[in-house]
């Protein structure tokens, strides 16, 4: 049964990228006295045939020139002096490039812009994580020439109540964020027959932004049923998809690819251990944050200190809802929706070194970004943007979610020192951050845009993560 529905309208007319005067990197000074055929000498079989899954030869190698060069996504790629094959790798590789770079001359192929229909499951249910079902109401929205990418932990948790998945084409899936990589894109993508027109993933968001990737680059209508609370959240809404590039970070690569139908069951959330139950909540209240809703915020800090048990559907609905609104305006993040990344430059960047540190003991993604929506308080407050002694902060910090950290700090911050310029809002190789200037309010920089150009406060990170770690 349906308990409520949201639609997210980006508006037809949205440009996919800025219009903007800026003179475009010409790749010609660059490629024009490069052998193409000597520049692909060497290259490994994994790049080869991921090359062949972005549709051009070269697309990879380019791929890593602009990571190394720093090319923001805001600067256009001049190819209009560039020959044949460099234009076709050129084209490729832009498609994907933090998400897409606009090219001189244009081309917005794979630009797709639809309206998602989030369907919330179950009107019985009143609490987030109520019961394990008998079968989930999810496969009455799967047609029968779909076919459904599942995530594996939750079809090993959930096996009884999924005996209809046996009637569908499906794919069993074990994916870790450090292997969201370009290899498992290729055999994934290798997985899906030429027939399927329409691809619905069953999982969190790791899952969702590797299928939702691959379904971009195959040009194939997607589904999602988000089965983390972080997915439900924030991750299944606004057609973000992506997969991470060494050594260059996570989700460098990818695309907007909006799906047709995100379908919300909360009763998906019964066997969800502890630990992503958390990771979501963060998710949860950086949307209350920024969408000053205070009762929504009280609320979820305290269901953060005690059980998601408490969590009611209605409260799910509105923060879903605030990502929703914000992706309907500003659907390729060149303005309002750059809101959403509060907490996530540094949370990123902490997620990577974490990642690379500890392997599958890493800190989760919700934990990096309550670090780093701390972290970004504290930078407003260093610049007197916002107010000192405000509750907000320790508020956080008294929460479930906060990790207790046991890094060296000095090493730490070198390595995201080293890094964060990587970050996708990164311009000129100059770091941007969301900054709030209260609750519910940011600080909008010289440029009018919601981000702020600032350094990283080396000091000030190695203070927070010292004090995390007593």
């Known amino acids: 049964m349906i308990y409520s529905k949201i639609k997210l309208s980006p508006p037809q007319s949205a440009l996919p990228f800025p219009d903007t005067k800026s003179a475009g990197f010409d ?6 006295n490069l052998d193409f055929t000597k520049c692909l000498d060497g290259q490994s079989v ?12 070269g697309a990879s190698h380019l791929l890593n020139f602009a990571f190394a060069q720093r090319l923001d996504r805001n600067t256009p790629w001049d190819i209009t002096n560039v020959s044949v094959p460099w234009r076709l790798a050129i084209k490729a590789a832009s498609r994907v490039y933090k998400r897409g770079v ?3 001359p244009a081309d917005t192929k794979h630009i797709s812009i639809q309206e998602t229909e989030i369907i919330f499951l179950d009107s019985n249910q009143q609490k987030a994580n109520d019961r394990i079902p008998k079968d989930f109401e999810f496969f009455d929205y799967i047609e029968d020439g779909d076919f459904i990418v599942i995530d594996k932990n939750f079809y090993d948790l959930n096996i009884k109540s999924l005996s209809k998945l046996a009637k569908y084409r499906h794919h069993v899936v074990n994916i870790l964020e450090r292997e969201k990589t370009h290899l498992s894109a290729v055999k994934l993508s290798n997985a899906i027959t030429a027939s399927v027109t329409r691809i619905v993933t069953i999982g969190g968001g790791v899952l969702g932004d590797l299928v939702g990737f691959v379904a971009s680059q195959r040009e194939i209508q997607s589904v999602y049923i988000p089965t983390t609370l972080l997915s439900m959240a924030d991750s299944s809404v606004g057609g973000k998809t992506g997969i991470n590039f060494e050594p260059y970070g996570k989700n460098q690569v990818g695309a907007f690819h909006f799906p047709a139908k995100t379908i919300i069951e909360p009763k998906c959330l019964a066997t969800l251990p502890m630990r992503e139950i958390y990771s979501g909540l963060a998710e949860c209240l950086k949307h209350a944050f920024i969408s000053n809703d205070r009762s929504l915020w009280d609320g979820l800090i305290e269901i953060s200190r005690s059980s998601l048990d408490q969590m009611e559907i209605c409260e799910l609905l509105k ?5 929703a609104d914000i992706v309907s305006r500003d659907p390729f993040e060149y303005g309002e929706r750059a809101l959403l990344n509060f907490g996530h430059t540094l949370g990123h960047a902490l997620e990577t070194f974490s990642i690379e540190r500890d392997g599958d003991q890493c800190l989760s993604h919700g934990q990096c970004v309550i670090v780093g929506m701390i972290y970004a308080i504290r930078l407003a407050q260093k610049k007197s943007l ?11 910090l008294n ?13 730490v911050g070198q390595y995201i020192s080293n890094n964060i310029s990587n970050d996708k809002k990164a311009s000129h190789s100059k770091v941007r951050w ?11 920089g010289s440029d009018n845009q919601w981000t702020v150009e600032h350094e990283f406060d080396s000091e000030l990170f190695c203070n927070l993560m010292d004090e995390l770690g007593n």
């Not at 479930?400 to 950290?405: D, Q």
């Not at 969301?434 to 909008?444: D, E």
């Open 46 to 57: 994994e790049l080869t045939q991921f090359d062949r899954f972005l549709g051009a030869l």
């Open 102 to 104: 606009k090219l001189i």
């Open 399 to 411: 929460t479930a979610l906060v990790p207790s950290l046991n890094f060296d700090s000095q090493a």
């Open 27 to 32: 790749w010609a000074l660059v490629l024009n």
């Open 434 to 444: 969301v900054l709030p200037s209260k609750f519910g309010a940011f600080h909008r």
């Open 319 to 323: 923060i879903v809802q605030v990502k």
């Open 386 to 396: 916002f107010k000192k002694g405000d509750p907000i902060v320790q508020q956080l």
